[in-house]
């Protein structure tokens, strides 16, 4: 679940979008965005392919999969 908490930091960096715009995005608090990315809590599976949605980018990315470490 690391890789996931680094992912949902680096797209949200690379897109330019605070820690509260996307808890704004996601309908969540900011301190729910704020722990996550601090690896005190994760976000739950249904809120995955939402914040994939929210951030442009694959479920697949957020997990640091692609085509080629995939068999």
Known sequence: ???VIMKIREHREARH?????LARMLGVSHVSVWQWEAG???P???R???IADVLNCTIDELYGRDKKNVS
Do not use: K, L, N, W
């Open 1 to 3: 679940m690391q890789s």
């Open 17 to 21: 979008i605070g820690q509260r715009e």
């Open 40 to 42: 005190v809590a994760y």
């Open 44 to 46: 739950t599976a249904d």
């Open 48 to 50: 995955i392919p939402i």
